[in-house]
């Protein structure tokens, strides 16, 4: 196991403040739509909303909710709007007409994959800079921290959405663990 040093010098409270202002920051960022380059704007969530109806043809928007930790209210409002912009379709399910299958329209299927291009020129180009100021064991590390924070999140919120939309009380127990 690598030897990162990360906690060195450092006191939870500061970690904790750094993790709420890093949060807050990339919530911001993803709220500001970007030319992916189609020549029209969408939010990281529209993007990526998209694409992975695009790798999943036929998810519904529950199964979007859970493969984004959101609530189904959250995924649902995005179909709308993904619908609205003319990016995907709906279609009755062909055994339970309750349920919508989502598939993208020409227009989605450009925007993926422009949004595909754009993420991974934008990565390449980032981990590239990360490389000048850090060694490959300190970014190695970094990313096994930045997953197992991800999936400690998903364990404590649950599959659809985050412990702050449970109402069960179960959420704040998982806190204090």
Not at 22 to 33: G, H, I, L
Not at 60 to 79: I, K, L, N, P
Request: charged share 30%.
């Amino acid at each position: 196991m690598a030897e990162c040093g990360l906690l060195r010098g450092w006191d939870p409270m500061e970690i904790t403040n750094l993790e709420f202002e890093f949060a807050t920051r990339y919530f911001e960022f993803s709220r500001v739509p970007r030319d992916y380059g189609t020549g029209a704007a969408y939010t990281l969530s529209e993007a990526h909303g998209v694409t992975y109806i695009e790798e999943h043809p036929g998810v519904t928007a529950s199964e979007m909710a859970d493969a984004f930790g959101r609530t189904r209210s959250a995924a649902s409002q995005t179909v709308k709007r993904l619908e609205a912009l003319g990016l995907i379709v709906r279609q009755a399910d062909s055994e339970d007409r309750k349920k919508s299958r989502l598939f993208v329209t020409q227009k989605g299927m450009e925007l993926s994959l422009a949004h595909k291009a754009y993420d991974l020129k934008n990565t390449d180009a980032f981990v590239r800079w990360l490389r000048t100021q850090f060694s490959e064991a300190e970014l190695d590390c970094f990313y096994r921290v930045l997953k197992m924070r991800t999936e400690r999140m998903r364990a404590v919120s649950g599959s659809g959405g985050s412990a702050a939309h449970r109402k069960d009380g179960q959420a704040a127990n998982e806190r204090k663990a």
